[in-house]
DNA sequence: TTGATTTATATCGTTCACGATGCAAATATA
DNA sequence: TATATTTGCATCGTGAACGATATAAATCAA
């Protein structure tokens, strides 16, 4: 058997499981609140800087728009955020947070340290996860890099 | 702004931007061949252990039958495997490489080289590569272990 | 200013993921 | 041996991802 086609020897299929497996430590939480995890990642955003044009979340989230718009669609549906037409921009659609979508912040508020101690283990603890963040964040550079 | 929100201290996000990207990066070459993702997962396991039920298949990939059961149904339809009802058990379809299938192996020798070199980069070499593994195959084993 | 190009977003089609549910074959229990 | 339970796989519905394409507003060029 040739190395290069074991899966154990596969990064990309560790990053997908693991990504994987991760996100769904985060669905009894979210779902409480009628949220999916992309949705989660969307709040995030708009909690830390309210008020953005579809791009500039699409961006954040090394997402495209056509993956943004349908999952902002259903988001404002439930009441979470409201889609502005641009002022200064007609083609921008400015995204923002309505009182239901920053009060969720209040409930959600347990979710990091839940899902932090969910996957707490030899590998992921104060001292390593830095250096596991820098790997991870090389990655995501390297790989980014080569979209423009 | 609390720590715990922010958006850059956020290892889920990282793990699912970096499987994302790293996946892209499989695109060109595989959809050369008419193949995801996924389905290379499907091949790498089927190349390693040929005539596999779907169950073993999922469960090395980590994934439910409900996901594995489409997608080999799609890779039958492109005559690269076949599922053919068990013998011994009558539940369970056996799935197996078609002479196609086995000949993707050749067409896609370059694929894990060519990903990798795409990937290189200051942290991810041969020498910090198994740190890497490491830390995501605690990760997963600390996951995978809740869901029991 | 008119016409061409770019940009921001949306729509469409296909393929995952995955919770929920269904069904038939195998196994356990009464 | 009947009946109940478990197991293996399939089907269904919803929500991402993402390539391809469309549309309208903004910008650039002639």
């Not at 992309?38 to 044009?53: F, G, I, M, R």
């Not at 988001?75 to 923002?96: F, H, N």
């Amino acid at each position: 058997m040739e190395e290069q086609f074991k899966l154990d020897n596969q990064l990309c299929f560790r990053l997908y499981t693991a990504s994987r497996l991760l996100t769904q430590a985060y669905h009894p939480l979210l779902s409480e609140q009628g949220l999916t995890y992309p949705q989660y990642l969307v709040l995030l955003v708009l909690w830390e800087k309210d008020a953005q044009p579809v791009n500039d979340i699409a961006k954040r989230l090394f997402l495209e728009t056509n993956t943004v718009t349908p999952l902002l669609q259903r988001m404002e549906k439930e009441g979470i955020i409201v889609r502005a037409k641009g002022s200064e921009d007609g083609r921008q659609r400015i995204v923002s947070l309505t009182r239901k979508g920053k009060a969720l912040k209040k409930e959600l508020a347990n979710v990091p340290f839940a899902v932090g101690s969910a996957v707490a283990c030899k590998s992921v603890k104060p001292e390593t996860a830095p250096e596991l963040f820098r790997m991870l964040d090389d990655i995501i550079a390297k790989l980014d890099a080569k979209q423009e």
